[in-house]
């Protein structure tokens, strides 16, 4: 792959939003094994040295990255609204979305790197961030739906959510088979059914 060099001038927002894309990319088609820092560079198309000239070190780097798809993952779930649409088909279009761009594989990258798992326990409160979020953003939705009357009162949203996030998971934890969209929406029928009222 032919490697360009960044422009002198180019906005470190710029730099930082083409390598964490890179990465995406890198992490999505080779895992976590494949995450390397020539082979993020080499992705986003930028000399060897741009990703340290940003970056404390290679983790450092990670760890913004991680943090940086958990933000989208709030972008993406904040567009629920409680009170619209039908919530089953709510929820499966939240978490085909959210499952189908990076959140497995950064699971997948937590696990598997030792030193980012402590870099990320001094920024991030618990938990495993994308996933975390997901969850918290969730459980915010069903809240709305339940005042609204659309999920009973007795049901303990909170603990529905991560049920919810935690079956998506298991779902979308093979890298090679997506699940279709009615998948999905058979998941999280299943996981929230029995709490909809009719």
């Given at each position: 792959?032919e490697?360009?060099?960044?422009?002198?001038?180019?906005?470190l927002?710029d730099?930082?939003?083409q390598l964490?894309?890179?990465?995406?990319?890198?992490l999505r088609e080779?895992?976590p094994?494949a995450?390397?820092s020539?082979a993020v560079?080499?992705?986003?198309?930028?000399?060897?040295?741009?990703?340290h000239?940003h970056?404390?070190?290679?983790?450092?780097?990670?760890?913004?990255?991680v943090?940086?798809?958990?933000?989208r993952?709030?972008?993406r779930l904040s567009?629920l609204?409680a009170?619209?649409?039908?919530v089953v088909?709510?929820?499966?279009?939240?978490i085909?979305a959210?499952?189908?761009?990076?959140?497995?594989s950064?699971v997948?990258?937590i696990?598997f790197?030792?030193?980012l798992?402590?870099?990320?326990r001094?920024?991030?409160?618990?938990?495993v961030?994308v996933l975390?979020?997901?969850?918290?953003?969730?459980?915010?939705?069903?809240?709305?739906?339940?005042?609204?009357?659309?999920?009973?009162?007795?049901?303990?949203?909170?603990?529905?959510?991560?049920?919810l996030i935690g079956?998506?998971h298991?779902?979308?934890a093979?890298?090679?088979?997506?699940?279709d969209?009615?998948?999905?929406?058979?998941?999280?029928r299943?996981?929230?059914?029995s709490?909809?009222?009719n």
């Open positions: 792959m490697t360009r060099t960044v422009p002198t001038g180019v906005h927002r730099v930082r939003e964490f894309d890179a990465a995406e990319r890198v080779g895992g094994s995450l390397t020539r560079t080499e992705a986003a198309g930028v000399a060897k040295g741009v990703l000239r970056f404390a070190d290679f983790d450092a780097f990670l760890a913004e990255f943090l940086d798809r958990a933000t993952t709030e972008a567009e609204t009170g619209e649409g039908e088909g709510n929820l499966a279009d939240a085909a959210v499952f189908t761009s990076v959140a497995v950064v997948a990258l696990s790197r030792d030193d798992r402590a870099r990320l001094e920024t991030w409160p618990a938990g961030p975390t979020e997901a969850v918290e953003l969730i459980a915010v939705y069903l809240a709305g739906e339940q005042r609204c009357g659309r999920i009973s009162d007795g049901v303990d949203v909170d603990g529905l959510a991560p049920m079956s998506a298991l779902l979308f093979d890298r090679q088979v997506r699940p969209a009615e998948a999905v929406r058979r998941m999280v299943q996981v929230v059914g709490s909809i009222r």
